[in-house]
């Protein structure tokens, strides 16, 4: 396997397409983003963003094009098997497991470092209680790091809208990733709620050294967060560049106002 310098991209995106019967959602997009950058995705409604994520994190594999993770193609693995090789995601609409606790909730992004054996079971005084301690050391450092303390028992059904956001993004977190993938974190939060979760990411990811990928309607927290974004519009690529020249481009304008009416 050749060796992945510090300064190559981590995520590489080659003309990926991506339709449903006569609905083209991805024409051709290609984008890259480096190690540790947080890189925003825009696009009015229906412009294919979730759909591109959706593509990079396995769950719609492109039909045409290829994805890179840190030089590895990974298009046409299935969705387990990318969140191993080192990239975790958030939904847009919340994903929590009901009537479970905080902490469970976030014990659950261990799975994939869990892998049942009926040894561990049988000399668990020994084998598998130790893995459980690392497990719930990890999902300490995470609950600590995003200030969970004061909830970590309540079932998170009772919790308010921005909490639950929280604890989404500590399942991910405890997964360990090298890559975040965040779609629409900020969704339904008032102005207070998304302050918190701004500082939260931009904490995650200085001390966990994470590259992230957004998907993000509030422009404010784009222009805030992101050094980079790419603009889509009708599975189309129509800008990408530092976030506010990309978005201020005037097909990007035009995507999201309309085009302006001629006078007279």
């Known amino acids: 396997m050749t060796a992945i310098s510090k300064d190559d991209p981590v995520l590489v995106c080659e003309a990926v397409d991506r339709h449903f019967g006569g609905v083209h959602a991805l024409r051709g997009v290609s984008v890259s983003v480096g190690r540790g950058e947080i890189f925003g995705l825009v696009g009015p409604n229906g412009s294919g963003k979730t759909t591109l994520v959706n593509a990079i994190t396995g769950f719609y594999p492109p039909?045409?094009?290829?994805?890179?993770?840190?030089?590895?193609?990974?298009?046409?693995?299935?969705?387990?098997?990318?969140?191993?090789?080192?990239?975790?995601?958030t939904f847009q609409n919340v994903a929590l497991f009901r009537g479970m606790s905080v902490l469970d909730n976030i014990l659950m992004g261990r799975h994939i470092f869990m892998r049942p054996n009926p040894l561990a079971s049988l000399f668990y005084w020994w084998w598998a209680q130790r893995e459980e301690i690392t497990?719930?050391?990890?999902?300490?450092?995470?609950?600590?790091?995003?200030?969970?303390?004061?909830?970590?028992?309540?079932?998170?059904?009772v919790i308010p809208l921005g909490l639950q956001k929280r604890v989404e993004l500590a399942r991910a977190l405890s997964a360990e990733p090298r890559m975040?993938?965040?779609?629409?974190?900020?969704?339904g939060m008032n102005q207070e709620e998304k302050e918190y979760m701004v500082r939260f990411i931009l904490d995650a990811q200085e001390a966990l050294g994470l590259t992230v990928l957004i998907i993000e309607h509030h422009m404010d927290v784009v222009t805030a967060m992101c050094e980079r974004v790419l603009v889509l519009n009708n599975g189309e690529a129509i800008a990408?560049?530092?976030?506010?020249?990309a978005i201020a481009h005037?097909?990007?304008?035009?995507?999201?106002i309309g085009r302006a009416r001629d006078a007279g």
Do not use: C, T, W
């Open 63 to 89: 039909q045409k094009g290829r994805i890179l993770f840190e030089g590895r193609r990974i298009n046409g693995l299935k969705p387990y098997r990318i969140a191993e090789s080192g990239i975790a995601r």
């Open 135 to 157: 497990h719930r050391r990890k999902v300490e450092e995470v609950i600590d790091l995003l200030q969970l303390e004061s909830v970590r028992d309540e079932h998170v059904d």
């Open 180 to 187: 975040l993938v965040l779609d629409e974190p900020m969704a």
């Open 240 to 245: 990408e560049g530092p976030a506010r020249e």
């Open 250 to 256: 005037p097909q990007v304008v035009e995507a999201y």
